[in-house]
């Protein structure tokens, strides 16, 4: 699976709109971008994937530059509840034997 | 809440013991998988199963053993217990495991361990 490249660290304030960027130049045509995010101390929780289109649902989402290399995360209206550390994962469709790997994230501190 | 149950939620032990965590995945969900947090490393793999069999297997130690039973709950067994088994245990839970696509992994609210 392709690397993924994340700030350490971010901060927003609450009601604005908090934009998580994430970069993977060395993505490849069958590989998705996936979101999750740990609240402290809380189990991980999956938020959004997509392949090529954006995606929305109803906690986030996911634009991905037309070229696939890099992608944002969007939180519209970030509150103090969505203080977490959010995980910017590549993953090949048809994974196998692959397990998900989590790298470290991107730290965000919605302020009020 | 995410449907999948982890027991005990904490548990405090000496070095040198042995434990038994358990995990219940989702209903209908065939693959379960082992996390370990540590405060100084992030969310390792430790190990997955898929009905039944093990499907991929990540840093986990020796003295560490997992299995899935029949009724798809898994077990992940730590015996002689280090100081620095002290962690926090997730398991996560998904439907096929990643072999037909849609790995959305659902994870329990962990185990906290804590060797003494």
């Known amino acids: 699976d392709a690397k993924t490249t994340q700030p350490p660290s971010m901060d927003c304030a609450e009601g604005r709109a908090a934009n998580l960027p994430c970069n993977h130049s060395?993505?490849?045509?069958?590989?998705?971008v996936y979101w999750y995010r740990q609240i402290h101390s809380q189990g991980p929780q999956y938020i959004i994937h997509g392949l090529k289109n954006n995606e929305t649902n109803e906690m986030a989402s996911l634009i991905i530059t037309e070229d696939r290399k890099s992608s944002t995360l969007i939180l519209p209206h970030a509150t103090l509840r969505d203080t977490a550390v959010y995980y910017c994962i590549v993953r090949r469709w048809y994974s196998g034997n692959t397990p998900l790997v989590f790298g470290k994230g991107t730290r965000l501190s919605v302020i009020a | 809440d995410s449907g999948v149950t982890q027991t005990p939620k904490h548990l405090i032990t000496a070095t040198g013991q042995r434990v038994t965590l358990r995990c219940s995945p989702r209903?209908?969900?065939?693959?379960v998988y082992w996390y370990q947090q540590s405060l100084d490393q992030g969310l390792q793999f430790l190990i997955q199963y898929y009905n039944g069999e093990e499907r991929a297997k990540g840093n986990i130690l020796e003295r560490f053993s997992a299995q899935q039973f029949p009724d798809l709950h898994s077990e992940l067994n730590l015996s002689s217990l280090e100081l620095g088994d002290s962690a926090l245990y997730f398991c996560a839970s998904s439907v096929t495991g990643g072999r037909t696509g849609d790995e959305k992994l659902f994870f329990g609210s962990g185990t906290q361990l804590s060797v003494l």
């Open positions: 209903s209908g969900d065939l693959s």
């Open positions: 060395t993505i490849s045509g069958n590989e998705y």
